[in-house]
Structures are given as structure tokens and as C-alpha cells.
């Protein structure tokens, strides 16, 4: 949002990589150095104090890992489309907080969607929003079969192609319309 605003994305337009790919490996070291600094720290400390669940078995951890790698595509991705909505307008962050509130509810970052009533489940599993949160809880605590597994990842896929797709469709269009210095 802010390099359309300060006009910092023609540079970044000029670079030897695609724009998407330009801003996913930005986001590849951002996440990773949350993942070791915050989220492992925070799993160590816990472990420390308290008696958590962990993975039971190779195979439940490589899940967990791909599942989570999945989820951070689709994250990004959702977050990269929602920025794009600086393109239309001089202040996008109005749509941005909308749209990540929307997410933290409808992913089970709140409050986990078994939770929920079976119809605002339901609801959530025509977004992206639960296969990125809430589809690594499940495979973490070992409460996805092989079959779902199967499924789960499938759906992450899926997702990840349909928000790159309008990304790309929708950078597109805000190229198009892009003014920077009046030229």
C-alpha cells in the first residue's frame, strides 16, 4: 500500500522479477523471522512451563510443515490482493483493517471455528480465511485424518491459484491505471 502512495512501486516495477515475486520474497524473510523469533520462542517458553501436544509422528510433522507453508502462500496472497486496493484509492487502509478483521474471524484466529455454530463453519469454508489458521491448528493437534489431510491441502492449492490468479488480474488493471508525478 505504501509504495503505491509514495510512488516507490514504479522502482519496484523496474526490477528483474515480477511484482507478486518481488513482495513474496519480502514477505519469505518476514515470515521466517517471526516463525524463529516469535512463534518458536514462544512454543520453547510454553514447552518449558507447561505440558503441550506435539505432533506424534514424522508423518504428522511433515504435514504440519507443508500445511503451513500453504497457509503462509494463501496469507500472503490475500494480503497482497487486499493492498492492491491502494490503486483506486488515496487511503486503502479503511478496506485493509476490513478486510483482516474479516480474516481473524472467519480463520479461527479468535477463537477456533469447532467452536463455532456448524453454519458459520460452513460459511468460513467458502473463504480461504480457515485454511490458513485454522487448518495448521488441526493438523498440528493430529485431528485430520489421511483422507481430509488430502482434501485440506487440495483446498490450500486451489486457493493459492484462485487469489494469485486475481492478483495478477487485478495488478494488472491498477498498473494500468497507475499516475505517478502527473505522467
Same mark, same amino acid.
Given at each position: 500500500m505504501d509504495s503505491v502512495y509514495t510512488g516507490a512501486v514504479s522502482s519496484d516495477m523496474l526490477k528483474p522479477m515480477n511484482y507478486f515475486n518481488f513482495w513474496l520474497a519480502q514477505d519469505t524473510g518476514r515470515a521466517f523471522a517471526s516463525f524463529l523469533l =516469535?512463534? &518458536?520462542t514462544i512454543m520453547i517458553s510454553y514447552a518449558i512451563l507447561f505440558d503441550i501436544s506435539v505432533p506424534s509422528s514424522a508423518e504428522q510433522w511433515l504435514a504440519f510443515v507443508v500445511v503451513l507453508l500453504l497457509s503462509w502462500l494463501i496469507s500472503f496472497s490475500w =494480503?497482497? &490482493?487486499v493492498n492492491l486496493a491502494a490503486f483506486w484509492t488515496p487511503n486503502a487502509l479503511g478496506i485493509g483493517r476490513l478486510a483482516f478483521i474479516l480474516s481473524w474471524f472467519m480463520?479461527?484466529?479468535f477463537m477456533p471455528l469447532r467452536f463455532l455454530p456448524a453454519w458459520f463453519v460452513k460459511l468460513c469454508y467458502l473463504t480461504p480465511f480457515?485454511?490458513?489458521i485454522n487448518a495448521v491448528v488441526e493438523v498440528y493437534l493430529g485431528l485430520i485424518d489421511a483422507q481430509a489431510l488430502m482434501g485440506?491441502?487440495?483446498?490450500q492449492l486451489t486457493w493459492i491459484l484462485m487469489l494469485v490468479l486475481v492478483s495478477m488480474?487485478?495488478?494488472r488493471a491498477g498498473v494500468r491505471r497507475l499516475v505517478i508525478l502527473g505522467g
Open positions: =516469535r512463534g &518458536l =494480503r497482497f &490482493l480463520s479461527g484466529f480457515p485454511y490458513t485440506l491441502i487440495l483446498a488480474v487485478t495488478l
